[in-house]
């Protein structure tokens, strides 16, 4: 500075001075101010169009919202800083001019808050985590793909394609413009004309071109670059083409990223259609409960009729292999864990061949291989009441119905059983737990005065009170199958004939002869006619029927000799299952087959229907459901082993398929599932549930009792 500019005092202000010292002095404090500001905007010497450029690439790709409200707080403070600066409220000092204000005419140039929008935030962009997801874009710097997307990474190309641009004046490019004009468009074509003369693009002689044609020089030999220049744009290229491997590299990150959501949603999609599936399933359940409480509801109405009219009979209920909704548990099941055997029962010395309860925790009948004499059991304590003495050959089917106990014998018969009185007949055959004589077994019917026919051949069951009721018989072979209903009783023998008992005389209704049905089969599907029978030399008049079975889990197996392997019927509607493998729709009233549903290559052990849906299972390894309207099948479910028991609902199917557990097939979810916790050793051959509650029996000669 001058040393007469030091000796002006700061504060005179008398009036200005015209002297050239004057003008000397002020022009060089204004020099020293602009040296001052140059040196403290230092940092901020960029150009105005290149901040701008920066900020505006840069904010939509690395800016969080967070930094963007942080960079408009700062920006919003350093307006009302310089506000009061204008104003006189406060001093500047470097902070504050460290601030920015939006207008310093410090120099000859002046600085806008723009440019000092992204030093202000500098710090917390630098301190700032970038939020990006695992794995996207992580061999890429923040810097570097910056860099490589930002819109101006695009003009090094720009500019070589213009450094490349030769000026030529006799090129046609626009004579195809010229060309394509309609023959009357004669003013645009006019103006064409002017306008590519005026450009300079084009020059289109009027006459004809003289003398001989020289050949066309090429554009690359009429401009030459140089070699800085050719350095430079090889520098380019190869730095564009690194940009690209970014972009490229940044594109995959973000399909890779766009991949990992599609991922995510279709697990969240997958969870919401199981939610979708269980509400279903719900919604199922609560039709089962509505049904069985308007049973229940019905049946309260009947008894109170009749105890209002002093009618002793007892109303009948639906049968509990039709009946619907929850039963009464007691309220210590439900603390107990699902899926587990809590109960076995043990005294059965060979495997279970059939077993049925009356109601959870209530009375349990079962019946084993070489035992003639089926165990009942009370289930609320797990201990064995009473023994059902009278069949001289292993029972192989049994049916409960509340204190109605039915049963099917090798040796042809089937006998009808009181339960409750099992526990006086107990009480006086534990006396003497001897074998029948095999003097009078010939099975001579007596008529007794209140019109029971039982057997003259056991004293016990011969006594009005005793718990045998009724013995019928009439098969000449092994009754393997049977079920009844109220009055009526159907069986189903491996002499390949059906019967219908009335149990109310005890005399058989009706014969039905498998063998004629097979002969006379109908059409089981639309279009599909019945094949061949299965077996056709054993099924023959007078042959015996043995199939060996599959192999099981444990590679044991057995002869399997049950001609009929199930029977149910609803009305005068009656499917039953036979060793042919097919599945026969008989009309009870007239004994004949209207439909055979032809689809297993085994026998049919099992089988269970209700008003719109068969289920039957097979030794083929295999459960079909049918769909009574049609005759066609509905759903079929593939297993390992062959399928010996059965039962299903709207909502699931349970199965014992030749395993250690129990299958448990979802209707709904189409899911599969197995009961194993705490159950059998060796693999199950019978079972039964109702609501939550399942009793199965097996191979080791137990008893499990489980929940669900």
């Avoid at 500019?5 to 009036?15: F, I, N, T, V």
């Avoid at 500098?122 to 794995?135: M, Q, T």
């Avoid at 049968?319 to 899926?339: I, Q």
């Avoid at 509905?634 to 609902?649: A, N, S, W």
Wanted: aromatic letters at 4%; a negative charge.
């Amino acid at each position: 500075m001058a040393p007469g500019s030091k000796s002006k005092p700061a504060g005179d202000r008398s009036g200005p001075v015209h002297t050239e010292d004057g003008n000397s002095s002020s022009s060089a404090s204004r020099s020293n101010l602009a040296f001052m500001s140059k040196t403290l905007l230092a940092p901020f010497a960029h150009k105005k169009a290149d901040s701008t450029r920066i900020l505006s690439d840069l904010a939509p790709v690395i800016m969080t919202p967070r930094m963007m409200n942080a960079a408009a707080t700062v920006t919003s403070r350093s307006r009302g800083s310089i506000n009061g600066i204008l104003n006189g409220s406060s001093r500047m000092d470097f902070a504050t001019l460290g601030r920015a204000p939006m207008r310093l005419t410090l120099g000859s140039r002046r600085v806008t808050s723009r440019d000092l929008q992204i030093v202000e935030a500098r710090e917390e962009l630098l301190s700032a985590e970038v939020p990006e997801p695992d794995g996207i874009a992580s061999d890429v710097s923040l810097l570097r793909g910056f860099n490589a997307t930002i819109p101006s990474s695009d003009r090094n190309r720009t500019r070589r394609r213009q450094v490349r641009n030769v000026d030529t004046r006799n090129v046609g490019l626009r004579q195809g413009l010229l060309a394509n004009c309609m023959p009357d468009d004669g003013e645009q074509r006019e103006e064409i004309q002017n306008a590519t003369s005026e450009d300079g693009a084009m020059v289109v002689g009027p006459g004809k071109k003289k003398g001989k044609r020289r050949p066309r020089e090429s554009l690359s030999t009429t401009k030459l670059l140089g070699k800085d220049e050719l350095s430079r744009q090889a520098q380019e290229i190869i730095r564009d083409k690194e940009n690209l491997h970014v972009r490229q590299s940044l594109i995959t990150s973000e399909i890779a990223e766009v991949d990992s959501k599609i991922v995510a949603l279709s697990e969240i999609r997958h969870r919401l259609e199981h939610d979708l599936l269980k509400t279903q399933e719900d919604e199922l359940e609560l039709d089962d409960e509505l049904e069985g409480v308007r049973e229940r509801l019905e049946f309260e109405e009947i008894s109170s009729k009749q105890q209002k009219a002093t009618s002793v009979r007892t109303p009948q209920i639906a049968p509990s292999r039709r009946r619907k909704g929850p039963v009464f548990l007691p309220s210590e099941h439900d603390e107990l864990p699902p899926a587990v055997a809590f109960m076995t029962l043990e005294g059965h010395i060979s495997p279970i061949t059939a077993l049925d309860f009356s109601e959870p925790y209530g009375v349990l009948v079962s019946s084993s291989q070489d035992d003639t004499q089926p165990r009942v059991w009370d289930l609320m304590t797990g201990s064995e009441i009473s023994r059902l003495r009278g069949h001289h050959g292993v029972v192989k089917c049994i049916q409960v119905e509340d204190n109605l106990c039915l049963t099917g014998s090798d040796d042809g018969s089937a006998r009808l059983w009181n339960l409750g009185a099992v526990e006086d007949d107990w009480e006086r055959a534990s006396l003497s737990d001897v074998p029948e004589e095999d003097g009078d077994q010939d099975g001579e019917l007596v008529e007794k005065p209140n019109g029971i026919q039982c057997s003259s051949s056991s004293q016990a069951s011969t006594d009005s009170d005793g718990p045998c009721l009724r013995r019928l018989e009439g098969h000449s072979k092994a009754v393997t199958a049977l079920y009844f209903e109220d009055d009526c009783l159907v069986t189903g023998a491996s002499d390949k004939t059906l019967r219908q008992w009335d149990l109310t005389t005890g005399q058989c209704v009706l014969t039905m002869d498998i063998l004629w049905a097979i002969s006379h089969s109908s059409i089981g599907a639309a279009g599909a006619s019945s094949p061949a029978p299965l077996f056709p030399g054993l099924v023959a008049a007078g042959a015996n029927f043995a199939v060996p079975t599959p192999p099981c889990a444990d590679g044991s197996w057995e002869m399997y000799q049950d001609f009929v392997g199930a029977v149910q019927f609803w009305g005068y509607a009656l499917v039953s299952g036979s060793g042919d493998g097919a599945v026969r729709m008989w009309d009870m009233r007239t004994g004949q087959a209207h439909r055979t549903l032809a689809g297993h290559t085994g026998p049919v052990t099992c089988l269970q229907f209700d008003e719109i849906h068969i289920a039957s299972g097979s030794l083929d390894k295999s459960i079909r459901i049918w769909d009574v309207r049609t005759g066609s099948t509905f759903e079929t479910i593939k297993y390992d082993h062959g399928v010996t028991c059965l039962q299903f609902d709207s909502r699931k199917v349970i199965a014992a398929t030749g395993e250690n557990g129990i299958k448990i097939y979802n209707r709904t979810t189409m899911q599969h599932s197995t009961l194993t916790t705490n159950g059998h050793t060796r693999p199950v051959q019978r079972l039964r549930y109702m609501d939550r509650y399942l009793v199965s029996g097996g191979r080791d000669a137990t008893v499990k009792v489980w929940t669900l």
